[in-house]
């Protein structure tokens, strides 16, 4: 890994600083007894965490195990604080917090050594614009996964919620994706299409999102709400389910036909994903 600058490194220490100024810890510190991959641990209350702020790659993608083995290292058996925002839990009942060991912020750890990507899902967005700096600097210097071998960007598919409790037929709302700005800069999703295995396409219109942001593309009927940053919300208007709950295949791609990528769905009777692909239970 390249060392940072002198300079890059007291901006970073600076926007830390200010990051967390007037920021108040509630949760007393918690002993993680295991990790389960870059991103979420179990604590010793018996509650899952997954980190705020960043998605760690998904077992068997490019660097999910050095970004597992890493949060290892930092976390296991040890005594951390755990920093909470708005919202505190997710629909699968983690708790979402910001990790610190010693007063070092994991979630910061793992984006500058490029084995996480910036997450920012409204009305969360503590530290939003620090942990941005350090995916620049990461993205720059070509760290993990920002080297030819991880991200293809501009955008990478998150979550694929393809078997949501219940009958989709009857709400096929339920089913969603979850798409998150990898890029630099705000970047357009004009253009792009998304398609399952059987050939349903659906056609992004005109929306730029900011980075570390997200669109979620419901497949049921509704509104587009299309923010230019925060949770920009959009619909397939299908007609009914898109997602098939025998085995499926989610592919994102560019306006010129290039596969931005990809994630395999299991069939419904499993309920865990495919190692190299999303549709488990992330956000």
Known sequence: MSPMSPARSALSALALLLALAGTAVPAAPARVIRVLDGDTVHIESGERVRYLGINAPETGQPFAAEATARNAALV?????????????????????????????????????EGLAHVLLIPPNGKHAEYLLELQREARETRRGIWGPAGIRGPFKIVTVRANPPGDEREDPNGEYVRIACVAAEPASLAGYTLQDRFGHRYRFPPLTLHPGYTVLVFSGDGTDALEAAGQARLYWRAGGPVWNNTGDEATLR?????????VIILPRRSGRPIPGTAGGPRT
């Open 76 to 112: 296991r058996g040890q005594t951390v604080t755990l920093e909470t925002d708005t919202e505190v839990r997710d629909q699968y009942g983690r708790l979402l917090a910001f990790v610190y060991v010693g007063g070092t912020s994991v979630s910061a750890t793992l984006i500058q």
């Open 254 to 262: 560019d306006p010129a036909g290039t596969v931005v990528d990809r």
